[in-house]
């Protein structure tokens, strides 16, 4: 009896041995992390956080850096979550490379505050996506339209108007193009949903 158990954790000391020498191999193991598709945000910075994610191991026992098991999802997810410009995220692997491709997201408009400022214009003004979502701050408007309305006091990652900021731009389009005026600022009163619509041509829309 005792040969045959010495002989059986002989057998798993070995398999669990050759497991772990070859979840090490070189030739199994991401050595690089590429970032594409990166223009907000800083490549080196998601690189970083790619391979924080792939140091360390499983139980001490298999390397996160294993290409087999490599935490695809959570570098995902870490990445979407620490840099709010990324509106999706594509990884692979070639080789012993683990390629992250990053779509960012795209700015259809401006968020510039909770109220309409006094002279009409707010000094600090942040990039919005098609869906309301405000991701980085605005260098310049760049012929955007600027909104104004409720968000978080850091707006970076908040969502203008909860998620009704689409309707509201098809709006303000639909009306735009219907009476040949180009939009210029939209403030919306979160209590009454009163809605203020400024022309660059002149002349207030209020619906």
């Known amino acids: 009896m005792w040969v045959k158990v010495a002989a059986g954790a002989s057998v798993v000391a070995l398999s669990l041995a050759l497991v772990f020498y070859v979840a090490r191999l070189p030739s199994l193991t991401i050595s690089k992390v590429e970032v594409s598709g990166a223009g907000f945000v800083n490549p080196n910075d998601v690189q970083s956080l790619a391979e924080a994610k792939l140091s360390g191991s499983y139980a001490f026992f298999v390397p996160h850096a294993n290409t087999f ?17 990324v509106g999706s995220v594509s990884i692979s692997k070639k080789g012993t490379m683990l390629l992250v491709a990053l779509t960012e997201r795209q700015t259809a408009a401006l968020w510039c505050g909770a109220a309409l400022p006094e002279n009409g214009k707010a000094e600090d003004c942040y990039l919005m996506d098609g869906g309301g979502f405000i991701f980085a701050k605005a260098d310049s408007d760049s012929g955007f339209v600027r909104y104004y309305g409720v968000a978080s006091t850091t707006p970076i990652g908040a969502t203008y108007l909860g998620g009704s900021f689409a309707a509201l731009d098809a709006t303000v389009r639909g009306i735009s193009a219907s009476i040949k005026r180009t939009p210029e600022t939209v403030a919306t009163d979160a209590a009454t949903n009163d809605t203020s619509l400024a022309f660059v041509e002149g002349g207030i829309l209020r619906f």
């Open 69 to 85: 098991v490599a935490p695809v999802a959570a570098i995902k997810n870490s990445i979407m979550a620490s840099f709010p410009p």
